[in-house]
């Protein structure tokens, strides 16, 4: 009798299963990760402050088919970093949660979801509900952080509704970025608008993207570093007003068989919510990222060209500078990872801050962005075979504004040389070695202030697989 209650359930929950598949269905991607860096001085002197780390990581995609053009989609990050939490760039090799030095084992960390979002796709558009990631242009000031070796992410908590008409769409969104609690009031908001021009056959790009983001004055958590880039000297600037900063985006791209570009350019301005004494201080930068490209076509060698610049300047009670996206990479050292012994980019006021430990040029890693300069970095790439491939970029770059206003300090930042070996063994696999070379300028110094200037070098080893 047992028996034939036990086969009667086994068949109900088979039929219920089968009918539960046919209706939902479950798609996977996902990648992994593995890198070994090493910068050789970073300090640019002695002390030389030698980094050398491993890196670990791995994400996960599912995306739920709940219906017909209705999707849920989220992601999950294994092997997160405790040091840059919020990020992708994965576990330091040999950390671990235990400081006992006879443990077993390296310990256990969390698997957080760094994305979860309702995706509603229509005939003229698709809704977006949840927390999503937000890509613009060539990624110079939002990057959803999709690049195989993609440290960083920008991701929104809002609702958008994508409007498609042709080779045109249009995206409004509303959303928060911070909220302290259930009330009203007590955090920060954005709107924004998303105009572009899509055509593939033709390889052309046009759009432009508006935000207005405001934020009550307590909610707005500067670090003590921030507040000092902002006010422009330690101790000056506390927090005292609401937050309401303006950011308008723009992209244009064409491509030929021979020829192709991309520029984009960005503009911030507006309250920061910082206060100099009794006055406020105003947000005023922008920056504008160009790329060049030259196909390989029918020969082996492929050229490109990169360049750009980022304001800088500070006065009394304006900040100037502006800072690109940290995914946007222009070289293996420099804007990549912190140099020599001041911030010369003026890029403090956006790097990430951390409850764990003093993050400095020494023990750091590629958080660095391009600010207050001007860099140009031509590329050629050799197809060695079909499965590797070389590469050497050249970058030149000079400060926007110095450190400090005499004819003692330069604006020559000096010369990188990048080589990289990229091996594709299959589709969805790469293999990267680089070896940055660093010849740094006279700007290193500040004038009279004696920092170092010394030659640097770096390298990387990196592995990415997606599926």
Known sequence: MLKAHFLKALGLSLVLSSTVAQAIS???????????TEVDKPTLTNPTGRKAYGLNYLYLSPKIIAADGINIISR?????????????LGTIW??????????GNQGATTVTASQLYLNVNQEFGSLLVGRVPFDFGLGMMYSGGKGAFDHWYNTRDMA????????????PMIGRQYANDFGQGNNQTFMGAQLQYENVEAKSVIGVYVEQRKGARTTLDYSQTQLDTY????????????????TTSFVLGRGWDSFGYKIEGAFQSGETGIKKGADDVRMDGFGIAAELYFPARESKWEWSLKTGMATG?????????????????????MFNHRLGSADFFNTNAVKPTSTSTTLDVSNSADDESVGNAYYVAPSVKYAWNERFDVRNTLVYAQLMNTQQNSVDAKKDLGLEWDIELIYKP?????????????????????????YGNDFTFGFASKAAISF
């Open 76 to 88: 999950f990050d294994v092997l997160n970093s405790g040091i840059y939490p919020n990020s992708q």
């Open 94 to 103: 040999g950390m671990n949660e235990s400081t006992n030095p006879n443990a």
């Open 26 to 36: 479950l798609d996977w991607s996902g990648g992994y990760r593995a890198e070994w």
């Open 160 to 171: 958008a509704y994508k409007v498609i008409i042709g080779d045109w769409f249009l995206m």
């Open 231 to 246: 006010a422009g000297g330690a101790g000056l600037g506390t927090v005292g007003a609401d937050m309401s900063i303006s």
């Open 426 to 450: 299959l589709e969805r696999v790469q293999w990267v070695n680089q070896i940055g070379l660093l010849f740094p300028g006279e700007a290193w110094k500040n004038g009279n202030s004696g």
């Open 313 to 333: 300047d500070t006065d009394s009670t304006n900040f100037s500078g502006f800072a690109f996206n940290k995914n946007y990479d222009v070289a293996m050292l």
